[in-house]
Nanobody, 134 residues
């Protein structure tokens, strides 16, 4: 069982930046995806960003259209940690942000990221609140 612990949420004014971190309790040696979802009150959950690591490495990424050019996902495999750098934040980015991870055996990066985006994940974090004021 892998546990995910998020940190880095908070309150910021529009145009500001935040960096979220998600630390996994153990290394995910097999092919997998890690990334972020968000959910605002009264809205559906949205896959924000994800990064794929295959058997021979990887690094393919996915971003929701709403965050492209503003958010960047990265990972530090030595620390079993994924980061989400959020720049140029907007009030509509206000939401609870959840880290998630999925095993992706026998999948290409495109297949794995597609499955992740659909919410087909194995592990969830507890969430961290991001509030952006205008």
């Amino acid at each position: 069982q892998v546990q995910l612990a998020e940190s880095g949420g908070g309150s910021v004014q529009a145009g500001g930046s935040l960096r979220l971190s998600c630390a996994a309790s153990s290394a995910m040696y097999s092919s997998h995806c890690m990334g972020w979802f968000r959910q605002a009150p009264g809205k559906e959950r949205e896959g924000v960003a994800a990064i794929y690591t295959g058997y021979t490495g990887g690094g393919s990424t996915y971003y929701a259209d709403s965050v492209k050019g503003r958010f960047t996902i990265s990972q530090d495999n030595a620390k079993n940690t994924v980061y989400l750098q959020m720049n140029s934040l907007k009030p509509e980015d206000t939401a609870m942000y959840y880290c998630a991870a999925s095993w992706s055996p026998f999948m290409t990066d495109i297949q794995a990221l597609g499955a992740f985006k659909r919410g087909e994940v194995n592990y969830w974090g507890q969430g961290t609140q991001v509030t952006v004021s205008s």
